[in-house]
């Protein structure tokens, strides 16, 4: 409400120029009155009294129309609250309509950017922008209009055109080919052609050319590959024992099966019986 512009001022420019001939009027009228009142003799009490009623009635009617400019002033101050309500709202629907507008130039410099690339690839407006001179993204929808039609229209008639042309060239070679077998050659012709196939026969001349061929031989070669041999060897290996059972006990858990049968115990002076 603050900022809000007070109508005062331009009431009172708008009516400056008829109010300060009222005031004119009524000093002049005051400046009679005074003198008429200076000139004029005192008054009676009837006069006084007539006087007392009229104050009287004045204000009693003056009394009368309180309440009506009261409530005309009422009416005023909510006209003017309604005036700077509506002076508000409107200040804030201007605002938004800016924010909206400037929400729509942004989205339209978006959308002229995504434009250009398209455009600059559009087959049709590179056509147009060549033909009328300007740049693809400034082409009209006109000129594009235009450029459209001449070129699907050539492409078409292109594509309608090309498989009679095929057909009438595959014809007309089927004729040719057709008229060249019914002209048989006369017999002058094939004669000079035996003696010119002759004569070139003639002048060929066969020289033999030694030529070195490389030939593959299979080979049967003995080689000897020397095979590791195991030979078996007998150590003797001295152990301090009392039983020679007791040990051969023992090795037989110990060692494996194929070991423990080469393994041969014996005691000095006599020999086991048993072998592992």
């Known amino acids: 409400m603050a900022k809000l512009a007070n109508p005062r001022t331009k009431i ?68 003017l609250a309604d005036a700077q309500t509506a002076e508000a709202n409107k200040a804030n629907t201007s605002a938004q309509n800016q924010i909206r507008q400037d929400q729509i130039a942004k989205d339209l410099s978006a959308l002229a950017n995504e434009r250009i690339p398209m455009a600059r690839t559009d087959q049709v407006r590179r056509i147009a922008s060549r033909w009328y001179g300007s740049k693809p993204e400034l082409v009209t929808e006109a000129q594009a209009g235009i450029i459209s039609v001449i070129w699907f229209g050539s492409l078409a008639l292109i594509a309608a055109l090309a498989g009679p042309i095929t057909a009438m060239v595959a014809l007309a070679l089927q004729r040719i080919a057709a008229r060249e077998e019914d002209n048989s050659e006369s017999r002058s012709s094939r004669l000079l052609r035996r003696l010119l196939l002759s004569w070139r026969w003639r002048r060929v001349r066969t020289i033999q050319v030694p030529v070195e061929v490389t030939v593959e031989k299979e080979v049967e070669k003995r080689v000897e590959v020397p095979v590791e041999k195991v030979v078996k060897e007998i150590l003797y290996v001295p152990l301090f024992t009392d039983d020679p059972e007791v040990l051969r006990k023992a090795l037989d858990q110990d060692l494996p099966p194929e070991v423990s049968d080469l393994v041969q115990v014996s005691m000095k002076g006599r020999k086991s019986a048993r072998q592992a």
């Open 12 to 79: 009172v420019a708008k009516f400056d120029t008829q109010i300060e001939p009222l005031d004119q009027e009524i000093a002049s009228l005051r400046e009679d009155f005074d003198r008429l009142r200076a000139k004029s003799p005192p008054m009676t009490a009837d006069q006084r009294q007539k006087l007392v009623d009229r104050r009287s009635s004045v204000e009693q009617l003056r009394d009368s129309d309180v309440p009506a400019w009261q409530r005309r002033l009422d009416e005023a101050g909510k006209r």
